[in-house]
């Protein structure tokens, strides 16, 4: 199983950008799809975004697309969640995940699911300043 780790999180304006990191260790990063999650308080934990194993395919929340950008360095073994034009409504713990597979799933209602996903990382929590 992939270990991940999760940094970058911490307190922002409204309307700034934050850049979350994730460094795996522990297998061959390149063959996994990675993916964001978050949770916040009293809510179910949701899918934000997720990138197949060469970086070539993405896909997006609703609610983040156009604000929130994630890619992947394989080279470094780290994917990234650059957020810019953060909201009150975007505070939570944001979990990294690593999936079963290299690439993201074919049907995009399953990213929701945890069924694609392999592992998790602690998660770093965003504050947003309204």
């Known amino acids: 199983q992939v270990q991940l780790v999760e940094s970058g999180g911490g307190l922002v304006q409204a309307g700034g950008s934050l850049r979350l990191s994730c460094a795996a260790s522990?297998?061959?990063?390149?063959?996994?799809?990675m993916g964001w999650f978050r949770q916040a308080p009293g809510k179910e934990r949701e899918f934000v975004a997720a990138i197949n194993w060469s970086g070539g395919s993405t896909y997006y929340a609703d609610s983040v697309k156009g604000r929130f950008t994630i890619s992947r360095n394989n080279a470094k073994n780290t994917v990234y969640l650059q957020m810019n034009s953060l909201k009150p409504e975007d505070p939570a713990v944001y979990y990294c995940?690593?999936?079963?597979?290299?690439?993201?799933?074919?049907?995009?209602?399953?990213?929701?699911?945890?069924?694609?996903?392999?592992?998790w990382g602690q998660g770093t929590q965003v504050t947003v300043a309204s």
């Open positions: 522990g297998r061959t990063f390149s063959n996994y799809a």
């Open positions: 995940n690593a999936g079963k597979s290299p690439y993201l799933v074919p049907n995009p209602t399953l990213f929701q699911t945890r069924s694609w996903i392999n592992s």
